[in-house]
């Protein structure tokens, strides 16, 4: 029998009961509690202080079988200091028996479609590699890719994945490592004959000597740890390692001439709507007001999400504050906001990698679009892009414009350079 499929828009509010069951059989993570379902369809729902979503649902076949479902939640973004209302895409689920493009299509290209009617400016989304055909024919613009930034805080946990790494795997990080050290060696002294024991003659000529060195030796390192990572030698210069990278922190904290202190709390207050009044603007930044905050990471409560918070020693006011939680040990952050993007947010993630340090946890990792020169002030904060997980691939940001948006913010959204998008505020 032929598939045909067609969209509408519905009232989440009249088919909350279907759309429940669509979220739970296709969006749902494990096994989850009715409870939890309903409760999180009133987050969604309800509670949003942009307003409520806007929802369309998918149909096959002149019986109008109810297929899968596709939403946007309201977001308030400045775009070159401008208020804009935007979407951002949620809750696209379609059953298993009609997984196919044109189910899905049916359902994006509706909602893209209508989203101007809907009451929103543009839309902009975070789907996986391998759905993006779907997005592009419904008229979304591909931005940029994301990139998973991860800063190691103890050595045993690196060498823990070495030993269980493939030799290929071993050899890449050991690579990237030496090249790093390489580069920065090379560069804390300004002279010809010190560069050149770090850098090669030219392209593709030997390794500098030196270079040569701390290659072989990484390599020895790893492969002892491979065989036995317990070993005396290993743990002593995971011991060294460790005491060697929080010194560098507190070094570079110190060369900054930081003077703040720090606080952990569990939602955010009016500190956090203050901080919002008076940052410096991006050019696309999306409203992080105590209410939004609350909203998307302290109400749910499926995960716990703490706010490490920076504030000025002196008269307390917020500066900067990161949003993160905790799994196998391993710091996640969501999201991340400063009063302004130079030294400051410098300060604030090389604070917030000591705290958790300090705590014990073995990385702080993150997920985010950033311009390109974000990522080299990152990679010089000690941070390694890592690939994506094989079972998601990589994610990117898509955007969707009316034909009737104006040119001017136009350029602005459809420049990678000026996004700077966490993970928090792409996927709910």
Excluded at 201 to 224: D, F, I, K, N, W
Excluded at 310 to 333: C, I, P, Q, T
Excluded at 380 to 409: E, N, Q, T, Y
Aim: proline share 7%; net charge positive.
């Amino acid at each position: 029998m032929e598939k045909v499929y067609s969209a509408a828009r519905v009232q989440p509010d009249e088919h909350r009961d279907v759309l429940a069951q669509l979220w739970k059989e296709n969006l749902a993570h494990g096994d989850v509690s009715q409870e939890f379902v309903e409760r999180r369809m009133r987050w969604f729902q309800e509670q949003n202080p942009a307003g409520p979503p806007r929802t369309w649902m998918g149909f096959h076949g002149p019986e109008r079988e109810i297929i899968g479902c596709g939403s946007f939640y309201p977001r308030d973004v400045y775009v070159s200091g401008r208020k804009l209302k935007a979407g951002v895409l949620g809750d696209f689920g379609v059953t298993k028996a009609h997984r196919i493009a044109g189910a899905a299509m049916s359902i994006q290209r509706e909602l893209a479609k209508g989203c101007r009617d809907a009451g929103v400016d543009f839309v902009f989304g975070f789907p996986n590699k391998a759905s993006f055909p779907i997005f592009q024919r419904a008229g979304y613009k591909k931005i940029a890719d994301s990139t998973i930034w991860v800063r190691p805080l103890m050595a045993a946990y690196k060498l823990n994945e070495l030993a269980a790494s493939s030799a290929g795997e071993q050899q890449g990080t050991v690579s990237a490592v030496v090249q790093r050290v390489a580069e920065r060696a090379a560069s804390a002294v300004p002279h010809p004959r010190w560069r050149a024991l770090w850098e090669p003659a030219a392209p593709g000529a030997p390794p500098a000597p030196l270079t040569q060195a701390l290659s072989t030796a990484a390599e020895r390192a790893v492969q002892r740890a491979t065989v036995k990572p317990d070993n005396a030698l290993v743990r002593a210069a995971g011991r060294a390692v460790d005491a060697s990278m929080a010194l560098r922190d507190a070094a570079a904290l110190l060369a900054r001439g930081s003077r703040v202190r720090t606080e952990l709390v569990d939602a955010a207050d009016h500190r956090f709507d203050e901080l919002w009044s008076r940052a410096k603007p991006s050019p696309i930044v999306g409203e992080r007001s105590a209410q939004f905050l609350n909203w998307r990471y302290a109400q749910l409560g499926t995960v716990r999400y703490r706010f490490f918070c920076m504030l000025d020693r002196h008269d307390g006011r917020l500066l900067g504050y990161a949003v993160y939680s905790v799994r196998n040990n391993k710091v996640e952050m969501s999201d991340v906001f400063c009063e302004d993007g130079g030294p400051l947010l410098d300060a604030l993630l090389l604070e917030f990698c000591r705290a958790m340090r300090r705590e014990g946890h073995v990385s702080v990792g993150m997920l985010v679009v950033t311009p390109p020169a974000f990522s080299a002030r990152l990679r010089a904060l000690g941070f390694f892009s890592r690939p994506h997980p094989p079972s998601v691939g990589s994610r990117w940001l898509i955007v969707h414009l009316d034909p009737s948006f104006p040119d001017d913010l136009r350029r602005v959204l459809l420049d990678p350079d000026n996004w700077f998008m966490t993970d928090g505020e792409l996927d709910v």
